[in-house]
């Protein structure tokens, strides 16, 4: 296992407590380098969305715990976020949760000359993820071949 996977580890087991204390659920949690910075970062979520002052409940608590934990190298900042709307799919609860609703896809590669497609979540299992478009054709997608999943949003 990497830092980076360690760290994220680390950090979503103490973190899952404070969250599930205050019924939030935990999106994802991610260990980046942007700029010459190291971020920690935990998206957290619940129904009818995150305010900033859940956010910084959590933040609060969590900045106790990594200050006596000392378990990352180096300096880094830590944020807690809300997905946003823009909120990938990652975890079978994500795609379980889109099923039946419309999804954005990316692509790696150009597929039928084409690298975005949207459609319904029709199914998905381990390894891909099948959606119906609007001209009711049925796409399926290995998830190594996905650069970006996503519900789809109109504004």
């Known amino acids: 296992m990497s830092k980076k996977e360690s760290y994220e580890q680390r950090t ?19 260990y980046v380098k942007e700029g010459s910075d190291w971020y920690l970062r935990a998206y957290i979520d619940k129904d ?14 969590m ?9 990352i190298d180096g300096s ?3 944020e807690v976020s809300s997905p946003g709307l823009g909120r990938p ?8 949760r889109a099923m039946g609703k419309e999804l954005e896809i990316r692509t790696y590669r150009t597929i039928d000359h084409e690298k975005e ?9 381990e390894n891909s993820v099948t959606i119906v478009t609007e001209d009711e054709r049925e796409l399926v997608f ?3 071949d996905i ?3 996503r519900l789809a949003f109109d504004f």
């Open 12 to 30: 979503e087991e103490l973190i899952l407590p404070i969250l599930e204390e205050n019924q939030f659920e935990l999106v994802d949690v991610e």
């Open 48 to 61: 009818g969305g995150i305010t900033v002052n859940d956010c910084e409940l959590v933040a609060r608590k």
């Open 63 to 71: 900045n106790e715990i990594l200050d006596r934990e000392d378990y």
């Open 76 to 78: 880094y900042i830590f």
């Open 89 to 96: 799919l990652k975890k079978e609860k994500d795609y379980v």
């Open 117 to 125: 497609f949207y459609g319904i979540l029709k199914a998905f299992d």
């Open 142 to 144: 290995d998830k190594k």
């Open 147 to 149: 650069a970006l999943i």
